[in-house]
């Protein structure tokens, strides 16, 4: 038996007898009151401020736990301190290296056992270890000390808020004990169960964006990142960069560029969308239409030219909401010029960029999730 599973089974048996207290408590931070022919909802905090022996006693061993599991994780991550030491400190020393690791502070553990109801966002979404590097920094920590040392007049301490609490940070260091990684696609990673064995406790789903473009994992709330297995990442770059030379190759070869009107047309389109992309390819088929179609013509010939043209009959231009050939107007149809321009400046790109990586990315199992 692994040494992590030790811990985790003893927490799965914490997990166990609060669900089994819930069976007599009714888990709440709100009640219905019945007044004038209505019944409203009011906030109740008794509740969770409800206390006994019992429960302090389920507090003091959760933090025993979390004392033990804080150690093993100090010295299984560069910790100075010998195993043994009288002056190593569970939460100044470990907890304050965790931290410093893996920003602990900032991981949130979400309450979502469906018997309890708790609606009020502090009480079920938490960060059960922010400030937990201080000698009782914690609303937890707090609790423990007071029912360790002083059982009689702090036994309202030990109630069932402070033991959600202290048991939502024992989970959450039960999960970077175990370390636990998976290979899944990207497209599956929001539909992973992070609640990972627990029947009250998930951690938030690791953030991803495009990351097929640079592959960096993204820190954040989630004790969780992504990022694509070297192999697989090296291949989607390469084909990524095919494309983008055959795209830099098209563009590279068109008289065009070096054409003064052109210049000054994709200047204006940078300065106009200084926080859009611009395609130089859709800026190119739009400035080579409106030559065919120029503005010193009537308006029925450009008319007549515009619906003609092949840009007019492409492929994305067809199957997009477009304005129909009876809705042009004089007024109108410089800026349907350009749009359909734009539009087939998109279609000449899908013959560089088939983005034949992009179903690799999406589909295939190469994303690792794991802790950093």
């Not at 000698?135 to 002083?150: F, I, L, N, S």
């Not at 395609?279 to 088929?285: G, K, P, T, V």
């Not at 800026?335 to 321009?341: A, K, L, R, S, Y």
């Amino acid at each position: 038996m692994k040494k992590s599973d030790i811990f985790w089974q003893t927490y799965l048996n914490l997990e166990k007898e609060v669900i089994e207290l819930s069976k007599y408590i009714y888990i709440t931070d709100e009640i219905q009151i019945y007044s004038n022919g209505n019944i409203n909802t009011q906030s109740c905090n008794s509740q969770l401020e409800t206390f006994s022996p019992y429960i302090a006693d389920l507090l003091v061993r959760c933090c025993v736990q979390i004392e033990a599991i804080s150690k093993e994780l100090y010295f299984e991550n560069g910790g100075t301190k010998l195993r043994g030491d009288k002056n190593l400190y569970f939460d100044e020393d470990c907890l304050k290296l965790i931290d410093m690791k893996w920003q602990t502070h900032n991981k949130i553990v979400m309450i979502v056992a469906p018997f309890f109801n708790l609606t009020k966002s502090e009480n079920y979404i938490i960060k059960p270890l922010k400030e937990a590097h201080k000698r009782q920094g914690t609303y937890w920590e707090k609790a423990y000390q007071a029912v360790k040392h002083d059982r009689y007049l702090s036994l309202n301490k030990g109630n069932i808020k402070a033991f959600l609490h202290a048991l939502a940070a024992l989970y959450l260091l039960n999960l970077y004990y175990r370390n636990d990684s998976w290979i899944t696609s990207y497209q599956d990673i929001s539909k992973l169960d992070y609640s990972l064995g627990s029947s009250i406790f998930m951690v938030k789903p690791p953030v991803v964006e495009q990351l097929w473009y640079g592959n960096n994992p993204i820190y954040s709330e989630s004790i969780y990142v992504v990022s694509y297995q070297d192999d697989d990442y090296k291949n989607i770059e390469k084909m990524q960069y095919n494309e983008e030379k055959a795209i830099k190759d098209y563009c590279n070869s068109q008289p065009e560029l070096k054409e003064k009107d052109f210049q000054n047309q994709l200047r204006e389109a940078i300065e106009k969308n200084q926080k859009d992309r611009i395609m130089l390819i859709w800026e190119l088929a739009k400035y080579r239409l409106n030559k065919k179609i120029p503005k010193n013509l009537s308006y029925e010939e450009r008319k007549k030219l515009l619906i003609n043209s092949v840009e007019w009959n492409g492929y994305i231009h067809k199957n997009n909401k477009h304005i129909t050939e009876d809705e042009l107007t004089p007024e109108n149809i410089q800026q349907e010029i350009d749009n359909v321009g734009t539009l087939w400046g998109m279609e000449i790109m899908r013959k560089y960029q088939k983005l034949e990586w992009l179903p690799i990315a999406l589909n295939k199992k190469i994303c690792k999730v794991y802790i950093p």
